[in-house]
């Protein structure tokens, strides 16, 4: 008569507990492979956008600006578009007339918004009435080649940064020659 069978051996139970530990840790190093990989690419979608969100914005105003003049707070760059005169009652404007009333400010600052203040907010406007353009911008450049009061042309570099837990991501994007329509 045989003797029956009622369990496994110790040596059955340590090689299925090793494969399973095995295909566990494979499974879990795939996981966390994953996952930064997942991260990597949002914060480079994310920094990309930012990135170029900031430039077309400012890129749109020098465009269509009467005017634009490179002032400095120290090391920081402003940048202020003059726009052109519209007329009175009508929806038209003077490309030879400067808006005094319509100049707006491309700077970087805390978030308060005050011109001069350590941060990497990027603000657009004057006084009272300014609005966050971006955030996680680490540098904001203008160039001109011309040493008058006003230019009619800049390049402009806007840098954005990002801190991910799996380092620090960039994204520097240049906009080389912007000309004004209106000068």
């Not at 402003?78 to 700077?107: C, S």
């Not at 620090?168 to 000068?183: G, P, S």
Request: hydrophobic share 35%; charged share 25%; glycine share 6%.
């Amino acid at each position: 008569m045989k003797p029956s069978r009622h369990g496994f051996t110790l040596l059955e139970v340590i090689i299925v507990s090793g494969i399973m530990v095995f295909m566990l840790a494979s499974i879990g190093a795939m996981c966390i492979s994953s996952m930064r990989s997942y991260d990597r690419a949002t914060t480079r979608t994310f920094t990309d956008t930012d990135a170029a969100t900031a430039l077309q914005r400012i890129v749109s105003d020098v465009r269509e600006a009467r005017r634009i003049k490179l002032l400095a707070d120290g090391n920081k760059p402003r940048l202020r578009i003059i726009m052109p005169k519209v007329e009175d009652g009508h929806e038209y404007y003077d490309r030879y007339k400067d808006d005094t009333a319509h100049q707006y400010d491309y700077y970087l600052s805390d978030s308060t918004g005050v011109p001069g203040h350590d941060g990497t907010w990027m603000w657009r406007g004057k006084s009272n009435d300014r609005r966050v353009v971006a955030k996680n911008v680490s540098a904001l450049e203008f160039e001109t080649d011309s040493d008058q009061n006003y230019q009619n042309y800049v390049k402009i570099t806007v840098i954005v940064r990002q801190q991910t837990p799996t380092g620090l991501r960039e994204t520097k994007l240049t906009q080389r020659v912007v000309y004004l329509r209106n000068f």
